[in-house]
């Protein structure tokens, strides 16, 4: 295994780690630190292979902050995908305060338990996310994603706001 590979292994492996920390809740937990470690490291392994090769900054302090871009790309994509399901849950809490099923409001975030019909959309959102193949989208995003912003240049290009621009218009259609 070459430096090249191991270090653009690891580039990818933190934007993946980003997008993965921002995973939806399944039946109100959140899945374990190790397994979303593991599937960051499974992603990782899959693109790295396929994406452009990093290069290694001159200095320290120009890794670091190619290390802390990686993540915070991450997030965002992760953040993007988290909003439709924040989106649905919403909804659903919305439905249940006019339906009647929802619990008093108190000072803090009632939990979903306590809302049965806003559990159920979301996990009914969950469902239909794979069923669609919302997950093979996802992935191709991400990997598309080093299109716009190569492994260890988390800078985004200058092409990047015209092709959302032609993906909105797209959607649009």
Do not use: K
Request: glycine content about 10%; overall charge negative; proline content about 6%.
């Amino acid at each position: 295994m070459s430096l090249g590979y191991l270090l653009t292994w690891m580039m990818v492996f933190l934007r993946a780690l980003g997008v993965v920390l921002q995973l939806p809740m399944l039946a109100n937990h959140s899945p374990p630190v190790i397994v979303r470690v593991a599937l960051a490291g499974l992603l990782a392994s899959i693109v790295s292979g396929i994406v452009p090769s990093a290069s290694l900054p001159p200095d320290v302090w120009g890794f670091v902050f190619v290390l802390g871009g990686e993540v915070l790309l991450g997030l965002a994509l992760g953040f993007i995908g988290r909003m439709a399901f924040s989106a649905v849950e919403m909804a659903g809490r919305m439905m249940s305060s006019e339906v009647g099923l929802a619990a008093t409001p108190g000072l803090g975030t009632p939990e979903m338990s306590s809302e049965p019909l806003a559990a159920f959309v979301g996990a009914l959102a969950i469902v239909l996310f794979f069923l669609f193949g919302g997950h093979l989208m996802m992935i191709s995003a991400f990997t598309r994603s080093f299109s716009f912003a190569a492994p260890g240049a988390p800078a985004v290009g200058a092409a990047a706001m015209e092709n959302v621009i032609l993906a909105t218009s797209r959607v649009i259609e």
